[in-house]
């Protein structure tokens, strides 16, 4: 796998539809990391899910419902959660934000 | 390794002194990732200094002079950075502010 540039400025990286009010950018990486960039509109959501990759993320703005492993907690600005691999998880965006969104190993599948 | 807690709220995390108007605050980790947050008051300087671990960077606020491998970029509120392992880095902090450090594996010196 490749690996990211080394500076990564917000205006010259492309801004992708996830859809449903949520959109992505993807930041540094290589095959060991990636770091992505979540927007959310109010009353968005991210669907609960699972993967094998570890996640810790922090929020930026906002304020969501996060679900870890059936664990429900609202987080603001300034906030994290942390996800073990294989653990089911989501977000329903209460206030319009973004969440940093980590990962080990890279999301290959946000790569494509 | 231990892991940290799956809901992280800012309020509970003890904030470091790190020395020189830089403090830091740990995130969600486990021993494959660590995420870090540094609040950086204007002037203070991240030293040059390289580490075995993979890093990828957000600028949540704030103005810095970044440092990779001896090239050198102003980056902003919403920009990122990517060091490769044992590779030469560091931040000057032109505007006050905070950088979202996440590394993989685990800085397992920012747990002691």
Do not use: W
């Not at 801004?15 to 930041?27: K, S």
């Not at 990486?29 to 570890?54: R, W």
């Amino acid at each position: 796998m490749k690996q990211s540039k080394e500076f990564l400025l917000h205006k010259e990286i492309a801004v992708e539809t996830v859809g449903n009010g949520v959109t992505r950018q993807i930041f540094g990486y290589n095959s060991q990391i990636l770091l992505a960039k979540i927007t959310f509109e109010k009353g968005s959501i991210g669907d609960v899910h699972q993967h094998p990759h570890v996640q810790t993320s922090y929020i930026e703005s906002g304020k969501f419902e996060v679900m870890i492993n059936n664990s429900k907690q609202i987080l603001e600005k300034g906030d994290g959660f942390f996800v073990p691999g294989d653990t089911d998880h989501g977000v329903v965006c209460l206030e319009a934000g973004v969440i940093i969104d980590t990962f080990t190993p890279a999301r290959e599948d946000f790569l494509k």
